[in-house]
C-alpha cells in the first residue's frame, strides 16, 4: 500500500489555507515560528509518521504525548477496530468507561472519583468551575508560561502556541473574565505566598502543571508542588493539577507518581488528564477528592456534559494504552530520553552552541544561549533564551526526516517504539543541525 498523493505539501497547505484559518486546526501546527510549509501527515507507525509525499520522518512529536506505544501499536488499533465495529457512539453508559476510571483511580492515589472529558480544555475547564462550585470562590491562581487549554480564564501569559507567538492572552476574553485570573511566576513561592496574603479568602483554586512543559520543559523545584498544596490549603483553597501532558507519560502514575516517594510527595484535590489517557484518540479525564467530585452534577449543583463523553471507541483506544504501558515501555522511554538529552546536548557543544537542557521525567527540551545554559526555573527565564536558533535547528532536522516540535516552547517525546534505527537516523542528523544552530 503507498500512502503518497499527487500533491505535494505545499499543495495540500495552499488549499487548507483557503479553506481553514491558516491552514490548521490548532495554530502551532501551521509553523509560524519555525516557517517553511508545515507536512501534511497520511499515515504513522512505530517511530515514524508518513507525509503526503511519501517521506517517512522520524516523529518526536509523538501526536504531542499521546503516543507512547508508538504510532497504531497492533494491540491498540485491533482493540479500537473491535470497539467501532460495536458501534462508534451510544450517548449512554459503557463498561469500559467505569474499566478506564478504576485503572486510573488505582494507579493515583488522589483521584478517588473520575469523569471523563473529551479535551484537556475541558478537563481543566471542568475542573476550574468545580473547584469555584466547591469553595464559594471566584479567583483562579495560574503560573506564567503554564498551558492549561484555550477556555477563556486560562489564557493569561499561557505556554504553548501563546509563548510560540508571543501572544500576552487572547483577544475575545471578556476583561471581567481575565481579571478573575491571577498570574505568579513558576516555582516562585514568595509571589504565590504574596497572593494568598492578599487575596486568600477569594482564591477557589490554585491551577498548575504537574511540571510544567509547554513553555519548553520546565520541571517544579523540589517540593514546590508540595508549598503549594499546603498554602493553597492554609487559605481554604484547592490544588488543580494538571497532568494532562504528564500523566501517564512520566510514570505509571504520571508526575505524582514521580514525586509520590520522595520528600516533595503532595496531595493534590483535582488532577486533570488528557492525551495518554486516550491513546491517541479524544479522551481527557478529571478526577480527585470524592466530596468535591461528588458536587457534579447529577449529584451535586456543579453542571458539566457531554455527548462524546466517555465514547467507547475512544475509551477502548485509552484503556488499552495504558494497559500495554508496562514497566518495560516506561524504562524504553526514559532511556530514549536520556540518550537523546545527551548526544543532541553534546553536537551543540560540539559546535560551540551555548545551551541548556531541561528535564521532567522522560520529558525534555533544550534553551538556546550562554545566558541560559545553567537551565530556567520560570516563564521569564525561559523568555530569555536565544530562540532564533531553533528554527535552523528544526529544519536541518526535518530535511534529514526527522519531525521535532516546530516550536522551540514545546517538549519533544519519545516512544517505546524509537528502535536503533530510529534512533540512529536522529543521531545522523544532529551534527549539521547543531551546525546550523550555530551560524544562525
Ligand atoms: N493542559 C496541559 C498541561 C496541556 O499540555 C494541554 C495541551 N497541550 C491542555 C491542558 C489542553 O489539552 P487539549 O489540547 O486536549 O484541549
Redesign the pocket.
Given at each position: 500500500m503507498t500512502t503518497a498523493t499527487t500533491a505535494t505539501n505545499a499543495d495540500l497547505f495552499a488549499r487548507a489555507q483557503a479553506a481553514i484559518p491558516g491552514g490548521v486546526n490548532?495554530p502551532v501546527r501551521a509553523f509560524r515560528s519555525v516557517g517553511g510549509t508545515p507536512r501534511f501527515l497520511v499515515s504513522a507507525r512505530g517511530p515514524y509518521v508518513t507525509d503526503a509525499e511519501g517521506r517517512e520522518y522520524v516523529d518526536l512529536v509523538a501526536g504531542?504525548?499521546p503516543a507512547i506505544l508508538g504510532h497504531a501499536h497492533p494491540g491498540v488499533i485491533a482493540a479500537v477496530q473491535d470497539a467501532a465495529a460495536r458501534g462508534l457512539s451510544f450517548g449512554a453508559s459503557t463498561p469500559v468507561e467505569t474499566e478506564l476510571a478504576e485503572l486510573i483511580e488505582q494507579r493515583v492515589a488522589p483521584v478517588e472519583k473520575l469523569r471523563l472529558v473529551?479535551?484537556?480544555?475541558?478537563?481543566?475547564m471542568s475542573a476550574i468551575r468545580l473547584a469555584r462550585g466547591f469553595t464559594g470562590r471566584d479567583l483562579l491562581v495560574k503560573f506564567a508560561g503554564?498551558?492549561?487549554?484555550?477556555s477563556d480564564g486560562?489564557l493569561a501569559e499561557a505556554?504553548?502556541g501563546l509563548a510560540t507567538f508571543a501572544l500576552p492572552g487572547s483577544a475575545g476574553v471578556p476583561a471581567d473574565v481575565a481579571a478573575l485570573t491571577l498570574v505568579v511566576p513558576y516555582n516562585d513561592l514568595d509571589a504565590l505566598r504574596a497572593v494568598f496574603a492578599e487575596h486568600g479568602d477569594r482564591i477557589a483554586a490554585v491551577i498548575t502543571?504537574?511540571a510544567?512543559?509547554?513553555m519548553g520543559v520546565v520541571p517544579p523545584l523540589p517540593g514546590f508542588n508540595r508549598a503549594i498544596v499546603e498554602l493553597a490549603h492554609a487559605h481554604g483553597a484547592l490544588v488543580i493539577s494538571?497532568?494532562?501532558?504528564?500523566g501517564f507519560r512520566v510514570s505509571k502514575a504520571g508526575w505524582w507518581g514521580v514525586e509520590a516517594d520522595t520528600d516533595a510527595a503532595y496531595t493534590p484535590d483535582l488532577v486533570?488528564f488528557?492525551?495518554v489517557v486516550g491513546g491517541g484518540m479524544?479522551v481527557?479525564a478529571l478526577g480527585g477528592r470524592a466530596d468535591v467530585m461528588e458536587r457534579l452534577a447529577p449529584l451535586g449543583p456543579v453542571y458539566q456534559a457531554g455527548t462524546l463523553s466517555g465514547n467507547p471507541v475512544a475509551v477502548t483506544a485509552g484503556v488499552t494504552t495504558l494497559r500495554l504501558a508496562d514497566d518495560a515501555v516506561y524504562a524504553t522511554l526514559d532511556e530514549v530520553s536520556a540518550l537523546l538529552q545527551r548526544e543532541v546536548s553534546a553536537a551543540l557543544s560540539a559546535e560551540g552552541v551555548a545551551h541548556g537542557v531541561q528535564v521532567a521525567g522522560n520529558l525534555f527540551s533544550f534553551l538556546f544561549g550562554e545566558s541560559v545554559a545553567g537551565g530556567a526555573h520560570d516563564y521569564a527565564g525561559v523568555l530569555a533564551q536565544e530562540s532564533w536558533r531553533y528554527a535552523p535547528f528544526f529544519h536541518a532536522m526535518l530535511d534529514a526526516g526527522v519531525s521535532l516540535p516546530p516550536s522551540v516552547f514545546e517538549a519533544w517525546f519519545v516512544t517505546a517504539a524509537h528502535d536503533e534505527s530510529a534512533i540512529t537516523r536522529i543521531l545522523d542528523a544532529l551534527p549539521a543541525a547543531a551546525r546550523a544552530a550555530a551560524s544562525a
Open positions: 490548532s504531542w504525548g473529551s479535551t484537556g480544555t475541558e478537563a481543566t503554564h498551558y492549561h487549554g484555550h486560562l505556554g504553548s502543571e504537574a510544567a512543559a509547554n494538571d497532568e494532562v501532558l504528564t486533570t488528557g492525551k479524544p481527557a
